[in-house]
């Protein structure tokens, strides 16, 4: 079974700049997830998908951040302006159900470093 | 809201030493997992506990959900080398978010 899939690895941006980030689930897994990890932290969730709607945004700072989930497959997440605090690794993770009732499975992430 | 403490924040042990991790919630749970994240890796699901006083083992790892439900641990007997990583815990309920916990970072002396 291929994994969650995500690019680019990495990201170097300066600030104001814009940024893009692209995942594609494991086949067949409903839910989609976005995830922000700042070094040292836990995942902080930014945006929940169910098939190509949105179950939970209510951390996504949507001034700045935008996602979505064309088709109920595959994933963006942009950032337009970023600031120097979005520096973090972004994680996409897919699920069969909605809830935690089965394991995330999630991408290698990208790090975005922004200067 | 729900409101998740994980403690320690970094346990440093000597190989083949004990190693436990806890995760405490300010409300009842669904359910709660287990992560392990490598140094520069990502989030690697290791298990689901759902029933209360629920315990399952894998090898060397022990899991307990509490009989309220609103706490867990993660025990690791006997450490190696390859258990080095951080150790989240993913909290679910079905009247707040999912969330995950601060972590708990364990390093090893040889």
């Known amino acids: 079974e291929a994994g969650v899939a995500q690019s680019p690895r990495y990201k170097i941006i300066e600030k104001r700049q814009s940024v893009a980030f692209w995942c594609n689930p494991i086949?067949?897994?409903?839910?989609l997830y976005w995830y922000q990890q700042i070094l040292g932290q836990g995942p902080k969730l930014l945006i929940q998908f169910q098939n190509n709607g949105v179950v939970d945004d209510s951390q996504l700072p949507k001034d700045r951040f935008s996602a979505e989930r064309l088709k109920g497959v595959d994933s963006t997440l942009k950032i337009q302006p970023a600031k120097l605090e979005d520096s973090a690794v972004y994680l996409c993770?897919?699920?069969?159900?909605?809830?935690?009732?089965?394991?995330?499975?999630f991408g290698s992430g990208t790090r975005l470093t922004v200067v | 809201g729900q409101q998740v403490m994980q403690i320690p924040q970094y346990q440093h042990v000597q190989e083949g030493e004990d190693f436990t991790t806890y995760c405490n919630s300010s409300t009842t749970l669904s359910n709660i997992q287990w992560y392990k994240q490598r140094p520069g890796g990502h989030p690697v699901f290791l298990i689901q506990l759902v029933k209360s006083g629920e315990v399952k083992k894998q090898k060397r790892l022990t899991f307990q959900f509490g009989e309220a439900k609103k706490n867990s641990s993660l025990h690791i007997t006997a450490t190696q080398t390859t258990d080095v990583g951080t150790y989240f815990c993913l909290l679910g309920s079905s009247a707040s978010k999912i969330i995950f916990g601060s972590g708990t970072r364990l390093s090893i002396r040889p």
């Open positions: 086949s067949g897994h409903a839910t």
């Open positions: 993770a897919s699920s069969q159900d909605r809830g935690p009732g089965y394991g995330y499975t």
